[in-house]
C-alpha cells in the first residue's frame, strides 16, 4: 500500500509540473501595474459684454473628492458655500483624499505623484483626489486624481476630485464671450492584466432664469485639436502621456438684455485602476491545492486500511 501511495504521489507531481511548464513558472510571475493620473487648471477666466455685465451676486462654490480602494474608502466635501456680493479672498480648498503608504501625497499637490514614462510609486499602491479654488488673480481652479496599483492580487482603486461654482448676472447684450486659459495632463500605464482609465473634464452652463432653458454655447477649439472641456484614456492600449495649455474661448448668443441669467462652472478628474492576478499563478495555485488534497486522500485511506 505504501508503494501504491508513493506512484500515485509521483504521478500527481509530474501532472503538476507539466501544468507549470505549459502555463509558466511561478517565478515568472509579476504583479501587475495599472496607473492614471487626471489633472486640470482653469484659470484666468474673463467674461466680455459691451456694454459690461450687471452682476446680481448669489455666487456658490463647492469642492469634493474621494479616495476608494475595492469599492470602500474616503470623501470629503467643502461648500456649497454662499458668499455675497462676491467670491471671497480665502480658497474653497477641500482636504485631499488618500488611501494608500506612507506619506501621502502633499496637499494640494496636481504633479504626479507617480513620476516616470514607466511610473514608480514612492509608497506602493495609492489612490488619491483633491481639488482648489484660489480667489486672488489669476483665479486658479485645480483638481487632480491619481492611483497606482502593482499587485499579484485582485484589486480595483478610484480617485475623484470636483469643483463648481455659479453666479447670477443680468444681460446688458444680446451676447457674450467667455475666455479661460487650461492646463492639463492625461497618462496611462498597464502591464499584464491591468487596466487604467483618466478623465477630466470642465463644464460651462449657461440658464435663462426666466425659461428655465440652457444657453446655447459656441467653443473655439484651440489648433491642437483637444479641447480643455473633456478628454479620457483607457490603456491598454498603451498611449503617451498628453500634457496640453492654451487658451480657449465659449460664446453665447441669442441673451435678452435686462434678463437674468445663472452661469455654472464645473471642473472634475477621476482614475479608476484594475488588476486581477496572473493566469499562471491562478493555475498553479489550484494544482498544488488539488496534489495536496489528494496526497492527503490517499494517506487517510492506508491509515483505515492499516487498522483493519
Do not use: C, H
Amino acid at each position: 500500500m505504501e508503494e501504491r501511495q508513493r506512484k500515485l504521489t509521483r504521478r500527481l507531481a509530474t501532472a503538476l509540473m507539466s501544468l507549470a511548464l505549459a502555463g509558466g513558472w511561478a517565478a515568472d510571475a509579476r504583479a501587475d501595474i495599472a496607473y492614471a493620473f487626471a489633472r486640470e487648471t482653469i484659470s484666468a477666466i474673463t467674461i466680455t459684454s459691451v456694454p459690461p455685465l450687471t452682476t446680481l451676486g448669489g455666487f456658490t462654490f463647492s469642492a469634493k473628492d474621494s479616495a476608494t480602494v475595492n469599492g470602500s474608502g474616503s470623501a470629503n466635501q467643502v461648500g456649497p458655500t454662499a458668499p455675497a456680493p462676491a467670491p471671497p479672498v480665502t480658497p474653497i480648498d477641500v482636504t485631499q483624499a488618500y488611501s494608500g503608504g506612507a506619506p501621502p501625497a502633499p496637499e494640494n499637490f496636481f504633479a504626479r505623484y507617480a513620476p516616470g514614462a514607466v511610473p514608480v510609486s514612492p509608497v506602493g499602491d495609492f489612490t488619491r483626489g483633491d481639488g482648489q479654488i484660489i480667489f486672488t488673480p489669476p483665479n486658479t481652479s485645480s483638481v487632480v486624481a491619481e492611483s497606482y496599483i502593482n499587485t499579484l492580487t485582485a484589486k480595483t482603486e478610484g480617485g475623484t476630485a470636483a469643483l463648481s461654482g455659479s453666479f447670477n448676472f443680468v444681460a446688458t447684450a444680446t451676447g457674450l464671450s467667455i475666455a479661460y486659459t487650461y492646463s492639463n495632463n492625461l497618462f496611462v500605464f498597464t502591464t499584464g492584466t491591468g487596466v487604467a482609465t483618466a478623465v477630466f473634464d470642465f463644464t460651462i452652463n449657461l440658464l435663462d432664469t426666466v425659461t428655465g432653458l440652457k444657453v446655447p454655447l459656441a467653443v473655439t477649439v484651440p489648433p491642437s485639436g483637444i479641447s480643455a472641456a473633456s478628454d479620457s484614456r483607457t490603456a491598454p492600449p498603451q498611449s503617451a502621456e498628453t500634457i496640453l495649455s492654451g487658451t480657449e474661448t465659449v460664446t453665447a448668443a441669442g441673451l435678452t438684455t435686462g434678463r437674468t441669467y445663472s452661469l455654472t462652472f464645473g471642473l472634475s478628474a477621476n482614475t479608476v485602476v484594475s488588476a486581477v492576478p496572473e493566469p499562471n499563478v491562478t493555475m498553479l495555485v489550484g494544482a498544488s491545492g488539488a496534489l495536496a488534497f489528494a496526497v492527503g486522500a490517499v494517506r487517510r485511506r492506508s491509515q483505515r486500511n492499516a487498522t483493519k
